[in-house]
């Protein structure tokens, strides 16, 4: 595999695993009220339709190499976005 094309699938990983922590905690936010079993359906399509485009994304730029470190970038990037509110504020407050 080409580095372009890896570096694209790293990118494209990290943001796919931003996208997914702020897609969950808005949907956490939206069922609060919610019934169990409309909680686990609607929890349950949400990340079978995240799966299916992650998938869709990969197999459109590298053919469907998938490769196990992608994952530790998607990680990375639900970590990230987990903690932005505080490095944006550490960022802001040392200037």
Same mark, same amino acid.
């Given at each position: 595999?080409?580095?372009?094309?890896?570096?694209?699938?790293?990118? !494209?990983?990290?943001?796919?695993?931003?996208?997914?922590?702020? *897609?969950?905690?808005?949907?956490?936010?939206?069922?609060?009220?919610? !019934?169990?079993?409309?909680?686990?359906?609607?929890?349950?399509?949400?990340?079978?339709?995240?799966?299916? !485009?992650?998938?869709?994304?990969?197999?459109?730029?590298?053919?469907?190499?998938?490769?196990?470190?992608? *994952?530790?970038?998607?990680i990375l990037g639900i970590i990230f976005s987990y903690n932005i509110k505080s490095i944006v504020k550490f960022l802001f407050k040392?200037?």
């Amino acid at each position: 595999m080409k580095i372009s094309i890896q570096l694209l699938c790293f990118l !494209t990983s990290f943001i796919f695993g931003f996208l997914i922590n702020i *897609i969950v905690k808005f949907h956490k936010k939206k069922l609060k009220n919610a !019934t169990n079993i409309s909680k686990f359906l609607i929890s349950f399509l949400v990340s079978y339709i995240c799966v299916i !485009t992650y998938v869709d994304f990969i197999y459109f730029i590298n053919n469907g190499n998938f490769h196990i470190y992608f *994952i530790i970038f998607i990680i990375l990037g639900i970590i990230f976005s987990y903690n932005i509110k505080s490095i944006v504020k550490f960022l802001f407050k040392n200037r």
